[in-house]
């Protein structure tokens, strides 16, 4: 028995483009919502949360929308040359995107939180520069919910299923992701692909889950 494993690849490929642009745009956006003390910080923050009540079929849809020929994002994408981006690892990696901001938006944002002013304050007062008291004191206060957020953004992209079926279809090498070649397996009573894959799915979240956990402790022990 054989078991195809570019759709393993692929899903790597895409948790991994997913984690980093989250990380790079969701800092900015976790500093605001936990910094500012404007009335757009309540809509902005529903909206960051919107996909973890919407169905991911609901949110899948309007992707497909924006993302296909004749909408606001293919739209533009098409007119500059580029084609729609619906059915199409970068239309998967926007989807994804989206679907997992919240994961790695809001463990970022409560870190900023529990600094409090205090060490800043302190910095200040040693004229260290806004960027010089971010780097130097914000960041590696909030280490741990960096790792949180890294984590559970790359998980979460892993296990997408609604939102890349809406979005990317079902294309061997191009959109098909290990939870679509499961589903696959399953459709064609393939039980024992299906088997290998969900269980290497299984094993690894586990693995996630009690790694990001045991980190944690240590770091907790060590005061970090």
């Known amino acids: 028995m054989t078991v195809d494993l570019a759709p393993v690849w692929l899903s790597l490929q895409l948790a991994t483009a997913t984690t980093v642009i989250l990380l790079v745009l969701g800092t900015p956006l976790a500093w ?29 849809f309007y992707l497909l929308v924006a993302l296909g020929p004749h909408g606001v994002i293919g739209g533009v994408t098409s007119s500059l040359g580029w084609g729609a981006l619906a059915f199409t690892f970068p239309g998967l990696v926007i989807g994804s995107v989206i679907y997992s901001l919240p994961f790695v938006v809001r463990p970022i944002q409560d870190a900023f939180q529990a600094i ?28 741990r919910g960096y790792l949180t957020a890294a984590t559970l953004g ?9 939102v890349v079926l809406m979005i990317g279809g079902n294309i ?43 980190i944690n402790k240590r770091l907790e022990r060590i005061g970090a």
């Not at 605001?32 to 309540?42: D, E, H, Q």
């Not at 586990?206 to 045991?214: A, D, E, Q, S, T």
Request: charged letters at 10%; a neutral charge; zero cysteines.
């Open 32 to 60: 605001w919502l936990a910094r500012s003390a404007s009335w757009l910080t309540g809509p902005i923050a529903a909206v960051v949360a919107l996909p973890l009540v919407l169905p991911p079929t609901v949110l899948g």
């Open 116 to 143: 409090g002013q205090g060490p800043l304050e302190a910095a200040a007062t040693l004229r260290a520069s806004r960027w010089d008291r971010f780097f130097s004191v914000t960041l590696p206060l909030s280490r």
């Open 172 to 214: 061997p090498g191009a959109t098909r992701v290990l939870s679509i070649a499961i589903y696959d397996h399953v459709e064609a009573l393939e039980y024992s692909q299906a088997h290998l894959l969900a269980g290497g799915m299984l094993l690894f979240s586990f693995m996630v889950l009690l790694g990001l956990h045991i």
């Open 154 to 162: 790359f998980a979460h992209t892993m296990g997408e299923f609604g």
